[in-house]
């Protein structure tokens, strides 16, 4: 294997730079980035070359809402090991970037998640872009498979913790109409993502955090007010919305392919996110524990014992198909919606989500069924199981 600061090459039949498709083309790959691109018969012959023959290569897909994966739950493990087995087990699936997700529980659990990502950033995981943290500051209404005992208002203390985040990308998502005047722009002041979710806010409401420094939705259509006759409510203000950013579940269970395909004509262009919300299942077993409470998989759906939805079994690759072939994207858009977009989301267009020169050799490789074969990470070349 070619080591980081040896220059190689990759080829592949199908090559999505981020903008377009190029048939029959290749990469020049030096120092963890990507130094050229170029037809595949033009790849200096005194390099190593992997030539992948009739399949796509792509940009890395970026997952900004990751549960677990690998058999982890990230409030179940917070801890450094358990965030690379969360790495880990979605490479496999083609996610070579990830935010890991820690979902409404004590400040304890929540702290403990922002050390565990912290420390497994500065442990090389180059993966781990950023941390969401969503929850616990929801509508109870609007909880979803969230514990009802963990939601609670932002107290000064929560305000003080979260804004002193400050050395990676931070993702909050919370319900608006329950953050006292002034918080919302405090996160946003400290640099955070802020995005609302499990929310039953008006669409007024959403008007005046907009002004503040709201930046997205969290599962668009999911735990959020509808859009109505005479009420717009969270959906209506999220789809009007030119200036922020909305993640959908593209599992065939969460959001209907119509409802996605409305959303993506409506929302600004670049602007609707693919996200998994993944849960531990993904390359792991088919049932585990969150809240001490059993969630299993059931016709390929995650439910609690109420039956309610919990997370998504799915892979973000996953979601680029379905978005693809049930919801009638062009395939180009859903994998710049699990690329490109995010990657604007989090401020790292400049670096991810383009195969181009100067761009972090993040890709995946993968056959006409979505199977994944191959990925990179900066220019780290690791086969998929």
């Known amino acids: 294997m070619p080591g980081r600061d040896m220059s190689s090459a990759v080829s592949a039949g199908h090559v999505f730079d981020g903008k377009i498709w190029l048939d029959n083309y290749g990469l020049l790959l030096e120092g963890g980035n990507i130094q050229a691109l170029l037809p595949r018969a033009d790849i200096p012959r005194d390099i190593p070359h992997n030539n992948l023959g009739d399949l796509s290569l792509a940009p890395g897909l970026i997952d900004i809402q990751v549960n677990g994966g690998g058999g982890v739950m990230l409030n179940n493990n917070p801890s450094a090991e358990g965030v690379a087995c969360m790495v880990q087990a979605h490479r496999q699936f083609g996610t ?53 005992e963990m939601i609670r208002p932002i107290s000064d203390s929560d305000l003080s913790w979260l804004t002193s985040l400050q050395d990676f990308p931070v993702i909050v998502t919370l319900a608006p109409e329950h953050a006292a005047p002034g918080q919302i722009h405090a996160l946003a002041a400290a640099g955070l993502i802020v995005c609302a979710g499990h ?50 579940i593209a599992d065939g269970h969460h959001v209907h ?14 602007k609707l996110l693919l996200v998994s919300d993944a849960m531990s299942t993904v390359g792991g077993p088919a049932h585990f524990e969150i809240y001490g409470e059993q969630i299993s998989a059931k016709n390929g759906r995650l439910v609690n014992a109420e039956g309610k939805l919990a997370g998504s079994a799915i892979a973000l ?34 670096q991810l989500g383009r195969l181009q020169p100067g761009y972090r050799a993040d890709m995946l490789a993968f056959d006409k069924k979505y199977c994944v074969s191959d990925t990179w990470v900066a220019g780290q070349h690791q086969r998929c199981a």
């Open 317 to 350: 690759i996953d979601a680029v198909r379905i978005a693809h072939e049930e919801a009638g994207i062009a395939l180009g858009e859903c994998l710049r919606m699990a690329s490109l977009y995010p990657a604007t989301f989090l401020g790292m267009d400049e």
């Open 199 to 248: 929310t039953n806010a008006t669409y007024e409401q959403i008007q005046t955090s907009i002004d503040d420094g709201l930046r997205g939705f969290t599962h668009l259509f999911n735990a959020m007010s509808p859009l109505e006759a005479r009420a717009p409510g969270t959906v209506g203000a999220a789809l009007e919305s030119d200036s922020t950013w909305a993640g959908i």
């Open 96 to 148: 070579t970037g990830l935010a890991p997700t820690v979902i409404s529980d004590t400040p304890k659990v929540q702290r403990a998640a922002a050390a565990a990502v912290a420390q497994a950033r500065e442990a090389g995981e180059m993966s781990v872009l950023a941390l969401h943290i969503e929850g616990p500051h929801f509508e109870p209404q609007r909880r979803g498979t969230h514990k009802a």
């Open 257 to 270: 392919p119509t409802s996605i395909r409305l959303a993506h004509r409506t929302k600004a262009p670049g």
